[in-house]
C-alpha cells in the first residue's frame, strides 16, 4: 500500500530551485513530525529536514541549512520542500516519511532531483 506521494523533481542547473511535494494519506496525518530524506547512488539514505506536527519547529542537515525550506499544510495533507542554491552534490532521490521513527510502510516512490549543467 502506498501512504505517500512525492514529486515535484527533475533537472535543474546549479543554482537553480525546485519545489517537491509529499502528498500523504491516513487521518493521522497531523499527529506525526514529518522529514525529507533522500538517497544518491551508492550512498545510504540520509535525513534532510524534519517539521513537528505542527508546523512550529524545523530542522535541517548542516549540507542544506539556509538553502532548504520544509514546511507542511495539514488540512491538505501535504509537506514541501523547498530547494534553493541547488547544487550537484544534491542530486539524489528524495522521499517524505514520518519522522524519527520512520514507517517502513509509508516509504513512496521517490522524486528524482538531478542537479547538472
Known amino acids: 500500500q502506498v501512504h505517500v506521494v512525492e514529486s515535484g523533481g527533475g533537472l535543474v542547473q546549479p543554482g537553480g530551485s525546485l519545489r517537491l511535494s509529499c502528498a500523504a494519506s491516513g487521518s493521522m496525518f497531523s499527529i506525526y513530525a514529518m522529514g525529507w530524506y533522500r538517497q544518491a547512488p551508492g550512498k545510504e539514505r540520509e535525513l534532510v529536514a524534519h517539521?513537528?506536527?505542527?508546523?512550529?519547529?524545523?530542522n535541517y542537515a548542516d549540507s542544506v541549512k539556509g538553502r532548504f525550506t520544509i514546511s507542511r499544510h495539514n488540512a491538505r495533507n501535504m509537506v514541501y520542500l523547498q530547494m534553493n542554491s541547488l547544487k550537484p552534490e544534491d542530486t539524489a532521490v528524495y522521499y517524505c516519511?514520518?519522522?524519527?521513527?520512520?514507517?517502513?510502510?509509508?516509504w513512496g516512490q521517490g522524486t528524482q532531483v538531478t542537479v547538472s549543467s
Open positions: 516519511n514520518t519522522y524519527p521513527h520512520q514507517d517502513r510502510d509509508y
Open positions: 517539521i513537528s506536527s505542527g508546523g512550529g519547529i524545523t
